[in-house]
Antibody, heavy 114, light 112 residues
């Protein structure tokens, strides 16, 4: 069974940093593109970033470019999102998803507030 | 960026009756590999999103056959043949052809 479990969310002040993690199981992690998608409270879905199987290609939505970095550790079946210079508008539930979003985790809440 | 439009943001449905959700993209979604990466997601209250349909018309594993997808070019449709109570939630279309991937605003389905 495919499982994606996010962690690392929490409350952070504007300008601060957080590192999200996603632990994957039930499939060959190294064979799939992986993505982060977020959802602000009461709002719709926004794709944030994704990363190719070998990490050689990474794509970001414009609003996070230069602030967020997606990475992966295939040996540990893990996906990461390093978030720096956080803004109030980054407040959202962040989901980890596999490939073309066929599987999703339960999400982790990031709250940016002073 | 490709803008995805769902013209109906709220859709009350009658149990046992059909329902249809439309989605339009601001540009064509045929990828250079020949595939059309238009997908549909369901998000029930308090749950993570779940993909129902991938590449326009392919039903994901475990998705009831009352759900179907169709369309081409810039116009796409998700149909529910006979609405059930468990279908309540928000439905999103998403294009995965052009970077950045983009979602529609969502159509909220509830029971009349």
């Amino acid at each position: 069974e495919v499982q994606l479990v996010e962690s690392g969310g929490g409350l952070v002040q504007p300008g601060g940093s957080l590192r999200l993690s996603c632990a994957a199981s039930g499939f060959t992690f190294s064979s799939y593109w992986m993505s982060w998608v977020r959802q602000a409270p009461g709002k719709g879905l926004e794709w944030v970033a994704n990363i190719r199987q070998d990490g050689s290609q990474k794509y970001y939505v414009d609003s996070v470019k230069g602030r967020f970095t997606i990475s992966r550790d295939d040996a540990k079946n893990s996906l990461f999102l390093q978030m720096n210079s956080l803004r109030v508008e980054d407040t959202a539930v962040y989901y980890c998803a596999r490939d073309r979003l066929g599987y999703w985790g339960q999400g982790t809440l990031v709250t940016v507030s002073s | 960026d490709v803008v995805m439009t769902q013209s109906t943001l709220s859709l009350p449905v009658t149990l046992g009756q059909p329902a249809s959700i439309s989605c339009r993209s601001s540009q064509g979604l045929v990828h250079s590999d020949g595939n059309t990466y238009l997908h549909w997601f369901q998000q029930r209250p308090g749950q993570s999103p779940r993909r129902l349909i991938y590449k326009v018309s392919n039903r994901d594993s475990g998705v009831p056959d009352r759900f179907s997808g169709s369309g081409s070019g810039t116009d796409f449709t998700l149909k529910i043949s006979r609405a059930e109570a468990e279908d309540v939630g928000v439905y999103y279309c998403m294009q995965g052809t052009h970077w950045p991937f983009t979602f529609g605003p969502g159509t909220k389905v509830d029971i009349k």
